[in-house]
């Protein structure tokens, strides 16, 4: 847990994106390295304080334990290198069921499972996708449902997750 800084250190504040995207540049290559994937950063506000959560995940998945030693490996570069303003919560979590999709790779992987795709803007008056992944094509990420196949430009998707249950 981070301890409150004076005010005179929040001079250099970023801005949630910005914090995510330090975070994850700086803390990826020791994921990586421990035999696991960077999922997602996530950081806003939580029930008690700012929360600043890793989601990392390998094949056949995470244990507690690997979270634990992720978290412990991280806590302490981030302790070092400070990108983030003020207090938090670290939490390491697995992705879980409904695991999320981020990244193009991610879109080619799970062909053929059941998704949920939300658009940043109304596509063809609609927002919300469920069906198969058919995959990704240039731009375009592929979902077939009983009403059709839908083509969703990649740029914008809000989030889009496995639809297990």
């Not at 801005?15 to 950063?41: F, N, S, W, Y």
């Not at 094509?137 to 249950?165: N, Q």
Request: net charge positive.
């Amino acid at each position: 847990m981070k301890w409150a800084k004076p005010t005179f250190f929040m001079e250099s504040y970023r801005d949630k994106a910005q914090i995510r995207e330090l975070v994850r540049t700086l803390v990826e290559p020791v994921v990586t390295h421990a035999g696991m994937e960077l999922i997602d950063v996530e950081y806003g506000p939580g029930p008690s304080g700012w929360v600043l959560r890793l989601i990392i995940d390998r094949p056949g998945g995470v244990t507690v334990d690997d979270c634990a030693d992720i978290g412990h490996l991280v806590g302490d570069l981030l302790d070092g290198r400070d990108p983030v303003p003020g207090r938090y919560s670290l939490e390491v979590s697995s992705p879980g069921i409904n695991r999320p999709i981020k990244k193009r790779d991610d879109f080619r992987r799970f062909v053929d499972h059941r998704v949920f795709i939300k658009t940043r803007e109304l596509i063809d008056g609609r927002r919300n996708y469920r069906g198969i992944l058919q995959g990704i094509k240039g731009d375009l990420v592929l979902v077939s449902s009983k009403e059709g196949t839908f083509s969703i430009p990649f740029d914008k998707i809000a989030r889009a997750r496995l639809d297990i249950i």
